[in-house]
C-alpha cells in the first residue's frame, strides 16, 4: 500500500501510517470514549431539548444551583484545553498514527471540545432540571451551603478530572480493541 508502512508481525499487520478512515475512526472513538455517546431517542433517559418542555421551578433551581462555584469549577475544568488534550491523549491506543497525526487530533480536539462551554452548560442545565425535582436542587442548594457540603462541593472538580484520568487507561485499551476488531490493525507493541 503506498504511503502505508506495512510489516508482518506476530499479531498480524502493524500499519505505522493509516489513512483517512483509519484517523476517523478513532476520532469518532475518542469522542464516544470521551463521553459525548448519547441515548437513544425513545429512551425514557433523553432529556428535552427545549426549555419549555421543563418545569419552571425546577429549571429556576438548576439554573441557581449550576450558578455554585463548584459547578462552575467543574464546567471550567472540563473545559480547559489542557485538560482536554490530556484526556484525548490518554484516550488515543498507541501505534495508530503518525506522531504528528496524533498532536494534530490532540490539538484540534482540544481546540473543539473547549469551544462548545457555553452549549454544554445550557445542557447541565436542562440535564440537571430534567433529572432532579425542584425541592432536590433546593436541597442539593442548601447542602452546599454547609460546611460540609462546602468542602465536598470544592472537591468536586478534581475529583472529576482524577477519575477520568485514572480510568484513561481503561477507555484506551478498550479503544485499542474495537480499531482492532473493526479495522484489523494492531498498535505496534510498545518500545
Do not use: W
Not at 42 to 60: G, N, R, W
Not at 73 to 92: F, M, Q, W, Y
Not at 141 to 153: D, L, N, S
Amino acid at each position: 500500500m503506498e504511503g502505508h508502512a506495512m510489516k508482518n508481525s506476530p499479531g498480524g499487520y502493524v500499519i505505522a501510517r493509516p489513512g483517512r478512515a483509519c484517523a476517523f475512526l478513532c476520532m469518532a472513538a475518542v469522542l464516544f470514549v470521551a463521553g459525548f455517546a448519547g441515548a437513544s431517542e425513545d429512551s425514557p433517559h433523553v432529556v428535552p431539548l427545549t426549555m419549555e418542555e421543563l418545569d419552571p421551578k425546577a429549571l429556576d433551581a438548576a439554573r441557581r444551583y449550576f450558578a455554585m462555584p463548584s459547578m462552575q469549577g467543574l464546567s471550567t475544568a472540563k473545559h480547559d484545553p489542557r485538560v482536554i488534550a490530556r484526556r484525548v491523549e490518554n484516550a488515543l491506543p498507541e501505534g495508530i498514527m503518525t506522531d504528528n497525526q496524533r498532536e494534530d487530533l490532540i490539538l484540534l480536539a482540544a481546540e473543539e471540545l473547549s469551544d462548545v462551554k457555553e452549549e454544554y452548560d445550557a445542557t447541565t442545565i436542562r440535564v440537571l432540571a430534567h433529572v432532579y425535582t425542584a425541592e432536590e436542587l433546593e436541597a442539593l442548594i442548601a447542602f452546599e451551603q454547609t460546611e460540609a457540603g462546602r468542602r465536598i462541593a470544592e472537591k468536586r472538580p478534581i475529583y472529576s478530572v482524577l477519575i477520568k484520568e485514572a480510568t484513561a487507561s481503561l477507555r484506551r485499551d478498550a479503544l485499542q480493541r474495537i480499531i482492532e476488531r473493526v479495522t484489523g490493525i494492531k498498535a505496534a507493541p510498545e518500545q
